[in-house]
């Protein structure tokens, strides 16, 4: 698909880019380039491939589910000013 100056200058102002007369027919090369490859990447044949979810066919490396650490909630309420249940009490912020 080949764009000229009027589309590159109906999508900049929809862009609400700022394009000089000079930068114009740069910008038309680019878009048109850009079209192009478009056209080129849709007229690949792509029956019957399988869509990826990722291109490296990787799977997660898992470690055994255990615990590591001791429980310290009581050790770490123990300096807190107020607390309940094992939650911290604070004072309410939000009416």
């Known amino acids: 698909m080949s764009l000229d100056r009027t589309d590159v200058e109906k999508i900049a102002h929809l862009a609400r880019i700022a394009i000089s007369d000079d930068e114009i027919p740069a910008t038309t090369a680019k878009l048109s380039g ?3 490859l ?4 849709q007229a690949v044949d792509t029956d019957g491939v399988a869509p990826l979810a ?9 470690r055994p589910d ?3 650490e001791s429980n310290h909630r009581d050790d770490y309420q123990t300096i807190a000013p107020a607390t309940e249940s094992g939650l911290y009490l604070v ?5």
């Open 54 to 62: 990722h291109p490296l066919e990787t799977t997660q490396r898992l």
């Open 66 to 68: 255990a615990v590591t």
């Open 34 to 36: 850009i079209l192009d």
């Open 38 to 41: 478009i056209d080129k990447m």
């Open 91 to 95: 004072p309410k912020v939000i009416e």
